[in-house]
């Protein structure tokens, strides 16, 4: 079996150590869903959904070459091609210079290089809500902010 490492330098508590298990070639193109389990790398065309395990250390990695249309939910994505779908990236996304997504992109950690573009919404998926509004440590509104005033102490009006 084919096995290569897709995260050279990554650090261990942000990306799984997964290794390729399923490869699509560049002169390879599917027609439907693809549900799979550990790492999928795609330098050629899939139309359908990616699918993944409810596994945390599964990883999408779609090269330069690589194109998905389609609905994508996997753990982890490292993106350096075409997505036209949305994207739930349920651990992290890492967004390539060349990396193309038409749609959302929903994360929960997002990593994105100059260069990548997205024509959707990227949202948010993280687990602490945030705040309404801040408050002082004693439950008292924040006083409202006020515009400093000139030290030349002129007037406009």
């Given at each position: 079996?084919?096995?290569?490492?897709?995260?050279?330098?990554?650090?261990?508590?942000?990306?799984?150590?997964?290794?390729?298990?399923?490869?699509?070639?560049?002169?390879?193109?599917?027609?439907?869903?693809?549900?799979?389990?550990?790492?999928?790398?795609?330098?050629?065309?899939i139309k359908g959904k990616i699918i993944a395990d409810d596994d945390k250390s599964t990883v999408l990695s779609v090269s330069e070459t690589g194109q998905i249309e389609g609905d994508v939910r996997v753990s982890h994505v490292v993106l350096n091609g075409t997505i036209i779908g949305d994207v739930y990236a349920a651990q992290r996304i890492t967004l390539s210079s060349k990396a193309r997504v038409s749609g959302n992109v929903y994360y929960k950690l997002i990593e994105m290089t100059s260069g990548a573009t997205v024509n959707g919404q990227l949202v948010y998926q993280g687990e602490t809500p945030m705040p309404a509004a801040l408050t002082h440590q004693n439950g008292d509104q924040a006083p409202p902010l006020r515009y400093a005033e000139r030290e030349s102490g002129s007037s406009d009006s």
């Open positions: 079996m084919w096995k290569a490492e897709i995260m050279k330098g990554s650090k261990p508590e942000n990306r799984p150590a997964a290794s390729v298990d399923t490869l699509i070639g560049r002169q390879t193109e599917l027609h439907g869903d693809v549900h799979f389990s550990g790492g999928l790398h795609v330098d050629g065309k």
